[in-house]
């Protein structure tokens, strides 16, 4: 059966660096409101936000952990957002990535109580889902036996040095060279073993 691969060069990232913030005590925060908190980021969609600077943590994807993480924060009555902790955990990966991620949104219209700012508390839900090609292509690596360490990816005999998709319908054949072959064809930074593939003709990977 043909399998559906989607490739993606996982590329280590430098430890999160995690904004806190803190609000005085004298700080009133409104429970019930007369108009909600609306995010103002670019994109305005709070999934599209998420989507475009999601990092998929690596050894959460080679893990093959999903889960909604829940956090909470407050958008102070100027419109920026303070505080933000884990209410709803699945992962410490993800938990950080979820935290990193709402800590970028920083651009809201308050929350309102008779045409007057106030401080509101929010929950946002940070989904993390693994596609189905994705799965398969962690899958591949398991079967080879290429989960320790992530092996070289080569497109169409170019070495993927970034975040790349190549749909089931656009792949001709996968390869997987091990050992001293690897090596040998591609020097010492296919030690942990390349995968090979091959694009049809004419549909070139998405970038």
């Known amino acids: ?9 996982l590329i280590v990232l430098p430890a999160l660096i995690l904004t806190s ?9 409104q429970s019930e409101v007369d108009k909600a908190p609306v995010f103002k980021g670019k994109p305005r969609q709070l999934d599209r936000f998420l989507e475009q600077y999601m990092s998929y943590p690596k050894e959460a994807r080679i893990d093959l952990i999903e889960g909604m993480v829940e956090v909470s924060a407050i958008i102070a009555d ?3 957002l303070l505080e933000p902790q ?11 990535e979820a935290l990193r991620l709402v ?5 809201w219209k308050p929350a309102r109580i008779d045409g007057e700012n106030v401080n509101c508390k929010v929950l946002i839900k940070v989904p993390f889902k693994l596609s189905e090609d994705t799965k398969m ?11 320790e360490k992530m092996p070289l990816f080569v497109i169409d ?6 975040y790349i998709e190549v749909p089931h319908y656009n792949v001709k054949s996968v ?32 970038w």
């Open 78 to 80: 100027n419109g920026k």
């Open 86 to 96: 884990i209410t709803k955990s699945v992962d410490a990966l993800l938990d950080a």
């Open 137 to 147: 292509l962690i899958q591949t690596l398991h079967d080879h036996g290429l989960t």
């Open 175 to 206: 390869r997987v060279l091990k050992g001293e072959k690897a090596v040998q064809r591609f020097g010492e930074q296919a030690k942990n073993g390349v995968v090979i593939v091959t694009t049809k003709r004419g549909t070139p990977p998405v």
């Open 103 to 107: 800590s970028l949104m920083q651009d």
């Open 1 to 9: 059966m043909k399998k559906s691969l989607f490739f993606v060069l």
């Open 157 to 162: 005999g170019k070495i993927v040095k970034e």
């Open 21 to 29: 913030f803190s609000m005085a005590q004298s700080v009133v925060v």
